[in-house]
């Protein structure tokens, strides 16, 4: 299938730090890929769509200011979380689809977990 | 938001047996699609349906598509050791794209 990769892997950071997880397409182009988080033994939630050139999409209940997005080519979106706190300590997966097949399946990069001390 | 229920929870069976889980919800759904993820990693897609009745299989594994929309299943034959982890159903609705999880079936496998 297709491949999404993401870096970094893990990441510490103290409170107060903001933390940038690039996600990338490798061998496709995405003009929209998703974000999700996952809290311990808990499903994925959609944190928001990434939509290359405009702006993202967020889940309610998802603070734009706290997660920021941008997309800004066909194989990168970025997600900052800022000012990160411990409650912000989670797995975030980025996923993208193959347009170009425009079927619903979605490949997920190999996911980040945050740790925010 | 909408979630699909997954069941069971969780199982613990001996290596050689078949495995069923199944997903259901409350909506209808346009796409089924079932992950497998292993800890510490991102899902990765096992099987995607995308017709109402739809039987598909990947090796071992068969999925359907429930003719309500409204379910699906995944079945495991014979399980081997690495088919332990989490399975996840997921679907989308109406002319969307967001895909929406399920709670998750966690699958141990006992030699």
């Known amino acids: 299938g297709a491949v999404v990769s993401q870096h970094p892997s893990r990441v510490i950071c103290k409170s107060g730090t903001s933390v940038k997880i690039e996600c990338r397409s490798l061998d496709f182009q995405a003009t929209t890929m998703f974000w999700y988080r996952q809290f311990p033994k808990q499903s994925l939630m959609l944190m928001a769509t990434s939509n290359e050139g405009s702006k993202a999409t967020y889940e309610q209940g998802v603070e734009k200011d706290k997660f920021l997005i941008n997309h800004a080519s066909l194989t990168l979106s970025t997600l900052t979380v800022t000012s990160a706190h411990p409650e912000d300590s989670s797995f975030y997966i980025c996923?993208?689809?193959?347009?170009?097949?425009?079927?619903?399946?979605?490949?997920f990069g190999e996911g980040s977990r945050l740790t925010v001390l | 938001g909408q979630q699909l229920n997954q069941s069971p929870q969780s199982m613990f069976i001996q290596e050689g047996e078949d495995v069923s889980m199944n997903c259901t919800s409350s909506s209808i759904f346009n796409t089924w699609l079932w992950y497998k993820q292993d800890p510490g990693e991102g899902p990765v897609l096992l099987i995607a349906?995308?017709?109402?009745?739809e039987l598909t299989s990947n090796g071992r594994l068969t999925a359907q598509f429930g003719i309500t929309r409204k379910d699906s299943f995944l079945n495991i034959s014979a399980s081997i050791p690495s088919d332990v982890g989490i399975y996840f159903c997921?679907?989308?609705?109406?002319?969307?794209?967001?895909?929406?999880f399920g709670t998750g079936t966690q699958l141990k496998v006992e030699l």
């Open positions: 996923s993208a689809r193959l347009e170009q097949r425009n079927t619903g399946e979605l490949f």
């Open positions: 997921a679907g989308t609705r109406g002319g969307g794209n967001k895909l929406t």
């Open positions: 349906l995308y017709k109402a009745g």
